[in-house]
């Protein structure tokens, strides 16, 4: 039986940012998208997902939007500075981000209070584009381990394959949309992290949390991608581990 999407209230800004840029995908793009079944109907729930393109949250969001769970997302605080940008992504309620300040922590009360009114919460646990030279999830960020042990929310892994056809990391112009390159994108089922519950306060079980996450976030790229994901993440602090073991040195900022 076909899963019928749950529609939930959406603000009238995402509407219609939908309404505009939901055509737009559809038209450059042919879509691949499985595992709806381990997106939760109701109540709120963690989506992770791995991060190569500066496409792929749209991607994410046309999936999640598809299943009637439009997602929010926690996003760096610098995009909110930037203008029209920042004025939109308040009016689409997405979360701001302070990264190394006091406020980091007040984004993942406000993400907490969005899980409690059933929201779905978008993360991408790397921070940023992945560093790793052949594009595999790289070593993430603890947050979302804490955001999940403190919430207990449902955490749903989501690995996305294609929208660097689109457009690739960095790049300033996009690919040859003509070909419509199909775009990948797979949930699979929570992660279990009930045995960390109880260390919801545990910095090491904040990273442990994180790390089964992107476990599960690789595993599904691995599955899209057909071949074997490096058996260390790509570290972007030592520049150490991902496919090859190698610094990745090519000029790209931080």
């Not at 109701?42 to 989506?47: E, L, R």
């Not at 999936?63 to 029209?84: I, N, T, W, Y």
């Not at 109880?198 to 079980?205: G, L, Q």
């Not at 690789?218 to 991902?242: F, H, K, M, N, Q």
Request: glycine share 10%; charged share 25%; proline share 10%.
């Amino acid at each position: 039986m076909t899963r019928q999407p749950v529609r939930q209230p959406i603000p009238w800004s995402y509407r219609a940012v939908i309404g505009t840029v939901r055509p737009v995908l559809m038209g450059i793009t042919r879509r691949s998208w499985s595992g709806a079944e381990h997106v939760p109907a109701t109540g709120g729930f963690i989506v992770a997902s791995n991060h190569y393109s500066e496409v792929d949250p749209f991607m994410l969001a046309h999936f999640l939007v598809d299943q009637g769970r439009p997602p929010f997302f926690l996003a760096k605080s610098s995009l909110f500075e930037v203008p029209l940008l920042g004025a939109a992504l308040r009016h689409l309620e997405q979360v701001p981000v302070r990264r190394r300040s006091t406020q980091a922590r007040d984004a993942l009360d406000e993400a907490r209070r969005a899980l409690l009114e059933g929201k779905c919460i978008a993360i991408m646990p790397e921070g940023t584009l992945t560093r790793d030279p052949d594009l595999w999830p790289m070593r993430a960020k603890a947050g979302v381990g804490r955001l999940a042990l403190t919430s207990r929310a449902p955490v749903v892994p989501v690995g996305q394959w294609g929208a660097q056809e689109v457009l690739g990391r960095y790049a300033r112009r996009p690919g040859n949309l003509l070909r419509r390159p199909v775009q990948h994108v797979e949930a699979g089922p929570p992660v279990d992290l009930s045995d960390l519950y109880d260390r919801a306060d545990d910095p090491k079980a904040h990273v442990e949390a994180t790390e089964r996450v992107m476990a599960a976030v690789t595993g599904i790229v691995a599955g899209l991608r057909g071949e074997p994901a490096p058996s260390v993440p790509y570290d972007p602090v030592t520049r150490t581990g991902g496919a090859t073991g190698s610094p990745l040195d090519r000029g790209e900022s931080r």
